[in-house]
């Protein structure tokens, strides 16, 4: 791994890149990075796609600390974008103009100029307090953070790595503050505050004034996972409120059209399901799935699964076109008293094998979806290939995105050891591939 020089803004790292046939589809699998430490996308529910889609941001500890790095396309060279030291992890949220990556290292907030590498201090985390994800208002005006009490002076903490504390925090209710920060002048105005412990900070892609965050906890403790805020006047309201007892409901992410969230859960029964719903309460879809799964990302057609236990590949669904049938052929398989493949079919996700999976509920409200072409039924899962990823800790998810034109799959995997980068280029009718 050479680089022409060491520790300065705009370094270029060498391509590490490399591809393979994935061993279960044929696909080509093109491995982006290759070094003897993480790297790692930013969280799944951020856009990490700049400069027309030909540059990819990644984070990567490489000379023992985690700095902000961006991988062209079409050549594999990377540019070093942060020189940070000692530095465990950073967060990421790219501006909706592509010009900014707003970075925090957990205490201070930057904003960082994607082409002069500039970075301006916009926020400073208040002593005895805790920042949450960041991300960025669709009109690219604002930052949104919460600002949480620190517990872990109290409570044995270690959220990154086993989620040690998660549940001791939901049950000590600490008080989180929304707050928005002007992207030019760095004035912050709290929005929203309460006694519990908020995290997933979701700004709509298309709505400046939506946003969403979560009570943090374990989902089927929590008392109501997903919150809308409306960043006019600060009103919150509950959205997916459960349906049964016992219910966990999490993941939360926007679709593109910005209006839709989307998310999966699992019933206390052992059922695991997806599905999403417009920020108002109406249009809710769901669909059983017949696995567990550690994240799942999904755009207007397509639905990626990275899969839970047993199910080691990245599996996905493809949303049924109006006016097209779907194929119905018998399933051929079962299922252990969780719902997940037995290991000997896990390579194939043989779950649903054959069969068309219907939605599960609907509520009132017409759905906007049916509007884009594209019907409530899917058909899947399909298997799109290996994982082998540990989630061992939060650097090691695997968390999939996929590229806005829903051709191009982002995931993470330590497969070979260490946490990478890969990339895998969809057919346009992922049908195709196995089930």
């Known amino acids: 791994m050479s680089r022409t020089i060491a520790m300065v803004k705009g370094t ?10 994935d061993r279960y ?56 974008l942060t020189t940070y030291t000692g530095n465990d992890d950073l967060d ?73 504390g998660h549940q001791e925090w939901m049950e000590a209710k600490p008080l989180s503050c929304i707050m928005q920060i002007d992207l030019k002048t760095g004035n912050a105005r709290e929005l929203y505050r309460e006694q ?37 006047d600060g009103r919150v309201w509950a959205i997916r409120e459960r349906l049964t007892a016992g219910e966990a409901v999490g993941h939360e992410c926007f679709l593109p059209d910005g209006e839709y969230i989307g998310y999966h859960g699992l019933r206390e029964d052992g059922s695991h399901f997806f599905g999403r ?7 809710m879809e769901e669909q059983e799935m017949p696995f567990a799964t550690w994240h799942l990302y999904q755009n207007e057609q397509l639905v990626v699964a990275d899969g839970q236990g047993d199910v080691d590949v990245l599996t996905v669904w493809q949303r049924k076109l109006a006016g097209e049938g779907l194929s119905d052929l018998p399933s051929s398989h079962s299922e252990d008293e969780h719902g997940v493949a037995p290991s000997d079919e896990r390579h194939s996700v043989a779950a649903s ?17 049916e509007q884009h072409g594209y019907e409530k039924d899917y058909e899947g899962p399909f298997t799109i290939c290996e994982l082998r990823c540990s989630f061992h800790s939060q650097k090691l998810h695997a968390h999939p995105r996929l590229s806005d034109d829903g051709r191009r799959l982002f995931f993470s995997s330590d497969r070979s050891g260490y946490g990478n980068l890969y990339m895998v280029e969809l057919p346009e009718d992922v049908t195709l591939l196995p089930r």
């Open 12 to 21: 270029i790292w060498a391509a590490e890149w490399k591809t393979y046939a």
């Open 25 to 80: 589809t044929g696909l080509t699998v093109h491995q982006l990075t290759d070094y003897r430490g993480h790297s790692r996308l930013p969280y799944f529910t951020e856009n990490s796609l700049y400069d027309g889609g030909k540059r990819l941001l990644f984070i990567s500890d490489r000379d023992n600390s985690a700095n902000l790095f961006s991988i062209q396309l079409e050549t594999g060279e990377m540019t070093q």
């Open 92 to 164: 990421v949220a790219l501006t909706p103009d592509e010009q900014y990556a707003i970075v925090s290292d957990g205490s201070v907030i930057r904003a960082l100029h994607l082409t002069n590498f500039r970075e301006r201090i916009k926020f400073r985390c208040p002593k005895g307090q805790v920042l949450s994800n960041v991300t960025c208002t669709a009109d690219g005006q604002s930052i949104l953070v919460c600002v949480c009490e620190d517990l872990s002076n109290r409570i044995d903490t270690d959220l990154g790595n086993g989620y040690v």
């Open 196 to 232: 519990h412990f908020i995290t997933h900070i979701n700004a709509s892609p298309r709505l400046p004034w939506l946003a969403t965050f979560c009570h943090e906890g374990p989902w089927h403790l929590v008392d109501q996972r997903i919150w809308g805020i409306d960043l006019r």
């Open 277 to 283: 719903i417009r920020y108002d309460n109406t249009g």
């Open 353 to 369: 094998e054959g069969s068309t999976v219907k939605a599960h509920s609907t509520v009132s409200g017409s759905s906007e979806q």
